[in-house]
């Protein structure tokens, strides 16, 4: 009867130490593919009411959110959970100069400033927005 308790004792550590090995192997499995997916969303602060599309997005904290790996992806503008236009835009990697975030905008009337970029400092990612692709 002893030699049976030792070898069941014996299948128990077998087992146990077999448990630890799968969760251990599952997560070093895991823990590079969630390294490797990228964040397409950030947050954006606009002080000033800029246009972008045929939409006006007034002063407020935006969630930028774009899908697609690029060049060309589709960028949503989100304010209190809902979305507030989703335009084109050509994603594009910064130099090494861009070390903050920033927005760019041109004045192309006298009541009319249109969003032309979001440059994300941390990602070195930059949104560009071409308001007039076929150049009118």
Do not use: C
């Amino acid at each position: 009867m002893g030699s049976a308790l030792q070898f069941l004792k014996e299948e128990i550590v077998k087992t146990k130490y077999l448990q630890y090995l799968t969760v251990l192997s599952t997560l070093a499995l895991l823990f590079p593919l969630g390294a490797l997916a990228r964040n397409n969303a950030h947050s954006v602060q606009i002080f000033d009411v800029v246009q972008i599309g045929s939409t006006q997005l007034k002063p407020g904290n935006y969630k930028v959110e774009w899908q697609g790996t690029g060049p060309a992806v589709q960028v949503s503008f989100q304010q209190n959970g809902k979305t507030v236009v989703t335009v084109p835009a050509t994603l594009k990697t910064n130099d090494d100069q861009v070390t903050q975030d920033s927005i760019m905008t041109e004045a192309t009337s006298a009541d009319t400033t249109e969003l032309k970029e979001i440059d994300f400092g941390r990602q070195k990612e930059a949104l560009v927005f071409d308001q007039n692709p076929d150049g009118r």
